[in-house]
């Protein structure tokens, strides 16, 4: 198979890469490199395994230009911080849902049938039963991030319906790991790193999501593809449990050894406007194709936390 991975400099994307690699598919990059890093695939630049287009999904040309040959394509970028689309509005209008139409559009053209998109969560929006769900409705986004993730999977279905497509949506519960770039798990340690003697949290630490670890994130990506074959499939992926954000405080304190430091909340029930505090995914139908995680929340949290102190070096 000869694969387009959008975003695959970036952390979901290189992990993917790794493994649509050491199956023996062919793998063409489209990455503008605003926050993916090279580094993360330049070994299969290198090696040849990779082609890279560095170019930029909200412009049609560059997309169109990397859709040729390609057999399915996994859209994995977009803008992957929720909060700046708060203060730059347009954020993910243009990096989530015109990105999206210039994806299946380059691919109606090219004739691509099969794609892979990485939804979110988010789309769910407040006061969804907990677990959720993929039959939850209506979605009802209440952050600018989340509504261009429910524009982009209205696109998908739409070409799905209209044009033949054949897509697989997965909405990802919080996604954390080795090559993290982001993220409260990140932003602890960095903040520790400043000033190992307090730990500001946004909000009251009491928000409470689940949280899967990456490599169990593109393992059940690739598994549930070869576990489903409808026109549209729509899957869930994260694992069994949930974790606050006051235990990750913790976790991150006793990872970093920064055992002084003095956990101090802004206050609030959210971290930031848009913010859902409390989530969890369904994923009785993730479990129903054969998949299940390594990790559940608190172990990815442990993991990923070793694995960024590492990273960045306290």
Not at 93 to 116: D, F, H, P
Request: hydrophobic content about 40%; some cysteine; charged content about 20%.
């Amino acid at each position: 198979m000869r694969a387009l991975v959008t975003g695959g400099a970036g952390f979901i994307g290189s992990h993917l890469i790794d493994r649509l690699i050491s199956r023996g598919d062919e793998v063409v990059v489209l990455d503008n490199l605003s926050s993916g890093k090279i580094e993360f695939i330049q070994t299969h630049i290198d090696s040849g395994s990779v082609v890279l287009h560095e170019g930029d999904i909200t412009n049609f040309d560059d997309v169109h230009g990397a859709m040729e040959g390609i057999d399915c394509v996994f859209h994995l970028a977009a803008n992957p911080d929720i909060r700046l689309g708060t203060k730059i509005t347009d954020t993910d209008l243009k990096q989530g849902t015109i990105a999206t139409y210039n994806i299946v559009e380059s691919m109606r053209r090219c004739e691509v049938k099969k794609i892979v998109f990485a939804s979110s969560s988010v789309v769910y929006g407040e006061n969804a039963p907990m677990p959720t769900p993929e039959n939850h409705g209506p979605c009802m986004p209440i952050s600018l991030y989340g509504a261009s993730k429910q524009a982009g999977e209205g696109l998908i279905s739409s070409w799905v319906g209209t044009f033949g497509l054949q897509a697989w949506i997965f909405r990802f519960a919080n996604i954390i790991g080795h090559r993290g770039t982001h993220g409260v798990i990140f932003d602890f340690i960095h903040k520790l790193k400043a000033d190992p003697s307090r730990l500001e949290v946004l909000g009251n630490g009491l928000q409470e999501k689940s949280y899967m670890e990456v490599g169990d994130c593109v393992d059940g990506i690739l598994h549930v593809m070869e576990n489903s074959n409808e026109s549209l499939n729509l899957f869930n992926l994260g694992s069994h449990d949930t974790a606050s954000v006051s235990r990750i405080a913790e976790i991150v304190i006793e990872e970093t050894n920064c055992k002084d430091a003095k956990i101090e909340y802004t206050g609030g029930d959210r971290g930031w406007a848009g913010d859902i505090p409390r989530a969890m995914l369904g994923i009785d139908k993730m479990l129903s194709t054969g998949y299940d995680v390594r990790y559940n929340s608190e172990d990815a949290i442990r993991h990923t936390a070793k694995c960024l102190i590492e990273e960045i070096g306290l």
